[in-house]
């Protein structure tokens, strides 16, 4: 059985083993294939029987000029790069990866509060550079330095990494405003669930945490910035397409906005013409809340017993 993984780089740079999966067939991997070349991809799978892909899409075109194919899987929670309607049609199952970044997600969207908080890291740069050494006083800040401490932090989107990122917020003294569209109990004991209203008018760090889709597409923007209070600070380590980025980027530069962390930007990789880039008080990273070891260990881990589902006859994690 011919096993083909078209983007396995990001995935795994090297320092975790495709062994798991290559026990099940003859396995070839490609760090990268081009996203927009559908003759390459359909070059690359070939007569493979199983695609496994992070962001190369799997087209109608590609499912009809590759007809061995016989499963999918992405190494990802995201689908949409997959045509999933059509795979049905041909019968092709395809799998993907829930939550595996859980932990990694929460953990990152705090990190980013608190380098906007405390920046970290310029404040380190500062003393290598000698500032401190040469300080007449024994010590200097030079950005205002914030507690979080009785705080509101609200979250738009509230499901496994929302409250992943509201148990931290409260550790730190926060009281969590949610919006979800499938409120729960254990929502509940973390966060008091609101209108997406009172959520932007009364918190003042809003998180990100909800999937990309039609109705959630820009919501982030010049109406709903406005409607936000004086001095917020946005969070997105969800999908860039949430936000329209002129917007934030005014906001952010005319002060309505204070500070913003984002981790996933509209067009990835980055576009040189993105307005954040020219934004004060932005912070930007490049998508990797997700890539901690831990959490790229269980993707591998949860893609093998995908495949090994698949082949028992009883998939499981199938999104179509």
Not at 129 to 153: I, N, Q, R
Not at 172 to 178: D, K, P, R, S
Not at 285 to 301: F, K, N, V
């Amino acid at each position: 059985m011919k096993i083909i993984i078209l983007d396995g780089y990001t995935e795994n740079p090297g320092d975790l083993s495709w062994d798991a999966l290559g026990a099940f067939g003859e396995l070839t991997i490609y760090d990268r294939t081009s996203r927009t070349d559908t003759d390459e991809i359909i070059a690359r799978i070939g007569d493979a029987e199983i695609v496994i892909t992070n962001k190369t899409p799997i087209s109608k075109a590609v499912i009809d000029a590759c007809p061995a194919m016989r499963y999918i899987a992405v190494l990802a929670t995201g689908y949409n790069v997959v045509d999933v309607a059509y795979a049905r049609e041909k019968g092709i199952p395809v799998s993907n990866v829930p939550s595996y970044g859980t932990a990694a997600v929460g953990q990152f969207t705090i990190a980013l509060l608190l380098e906007i908080c405390h920046h970290v890291a310029h404040h380190s740069e500062t003393v290598f550079a000698g500032k401190w050494a040469s300080c007449p006083d024994f010590c200097y800040w030079d950005y205002p330095l914030m507690e979080l401490d009785g705080k509101t932090m609200g979250i738009i989107g509230f499901g496994r990494i929302g409250q992943a990122t509201g148990r931290i917020a409260r550790a730190l003294g926060m009281e969590v405003l949610a919006t979800g569209s499938r409120p729960t109990e254990e929502g509940r004991s973390i966060a008091r669930y609101t209108d997406l209203d009172t959520l932007l008018s009364s918190s003042d760090v809003i998180a990100l945490h909800c999937p990309l889709f039609p109705e959630t597409a820009g919501m982030i923007n010049r109406d709903t910035i406005a409607r936000m209070k004086d001095g917020v600070i946005l969070l997105n380590t969800a999908r860039g397409g949430l936000i329209v980025e002129q917007d934030l980027a005014d906001a952010l530069n005319s002060g309505k906005v204070a500070a913003a962390g984002v981790d996933s930007v509209s067009s990835e990789p980055i576009r040189s013409d993105n307005p954040l880039l020219q934004a004060k008080n932005c912070i930007i990273t490049p998508h990797i809340a997700w890539g901690s070891l831990e959490s790229r260990q269980r993707i591998m881990d949860c893609t093998a017993e995908n495949l090994r589902a698949f082949l028992s006859g009883s998939p499981i994690n199938t999104v179509n």
